[in-house]
């Protein structure tokens, strides 16, 4: 981490990339957001900018070869320690490909390699190298390990075309990174490593016919809190993620399904691996015993009963086999709440349940805020109203203590 002074060091991994010169633009944004940024450059990139510029900018060394700082002989290690957080702009295919197979073969991806500190890359490239799919691949696979992407804009490309791969704007770029320096400077940053969280989320879809379902009227923000949350808070999550219009969260493992059933058997197979397990989806209680394969007509095929078959209590059913794990559930009741919520603690057989009050404005179903109490068999802990974000932290911190 950064010692020589109060200020956050970014280190600024450059490389060889037309957009390379925006660099020197993000150099200057990071300072005057009150930061310190150290400059490496891949030696491709020294031949779109000299070395030279960014040591006038910082007043600092500017990094390029593994062998070249002699007083220095494993500077690839101290330049990864002493980042807070680690912006690789502009990040080219390569860089990616390299970062997502671990190739160590130069002195910017070896300290990508050791760095413990988050890692922000900010791709540019002609549209062709950023659609291929191993491009999207290797994406994939360092959003999946928590790198922070801030992807391409469109517009003119250095090759000619207008289309997708233009590096995004210094000041967008320069905003991501501090708010993923925000987040990993919080106290709670790493009150959750090690711990592998399993999350259900959102409401779940039971299908009458190919377009007819039933459903409800949980957003799933508050399960995607919990997974944004948990993740800041060093965890490796994963989200089992009901139908719902948002998007899920970066750096976690999403797995979208669509009924309870499905939403079942996704949880069976990851629970074996979790630590942690927080079911926050609103699953359907019911669903049809004979979906349609079609269509049904109203004239042909009237509507006027559906056969309805209990749904697998996931909550219940793993509760029953949590051995070592810490199991939540949640109660979105609208009266007589805490009794409910005590009921629902001894029936599931959970280790807490987040009670929430949703026959309040200020609270449950689509709202940014929630009212709820923490309930365990010790008793019921009354929270203030929180919002969502803060509420999936307070929770998290309590299943941690269990
Ligand atoms: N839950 C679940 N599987 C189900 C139904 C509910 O895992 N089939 C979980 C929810 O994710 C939530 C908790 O159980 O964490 C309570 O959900 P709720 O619908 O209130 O529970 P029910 O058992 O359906 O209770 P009620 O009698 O209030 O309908």
Redesign the pocket.
Known sequence: MSDRTDEPCVLVCVTGCIAAYKACEIVRLLQKRGCRAKVLMTEHATKFVGPTTFRSLTHEKVAVGLFDDPEDPIHHISLAQEADVVLVAPATANILAKMAHGIADDLMSTTLLATPSPIVVTPAMNVGMWEAPATQENLETLRRRGVNVVEPGEGYLACGDVAKGRLAEPEQIVEATLDVLARSSSPDAKLLAGERVLI?AGPTHEPIDPVRYIGNRSSGKMGIALAEAARDMGAQVTLVLGPTSLEPPRGVTCIPVET?QQ??DA?IDAFDASTIV????????YTPAHPADHKLKKSAEPLDSVELV?????????SAHKGGRRV??????TDRLLE?AQA?LE??G?DA??ANDVSRADSGFGSDTDKAWWVTSDGAEELPTLAKADLARAVLRRAYDL
């Open positions: 259900t309870a939403m079942h949880v927080i079911c926050a989806a609103a699953v359907a209680d209990q749904t697998p209590d996931i909550l219940g059913e793993i939540i559930g949640f109660a979105a009741e409910h629902k029936r599931k959970c349940i987040v």
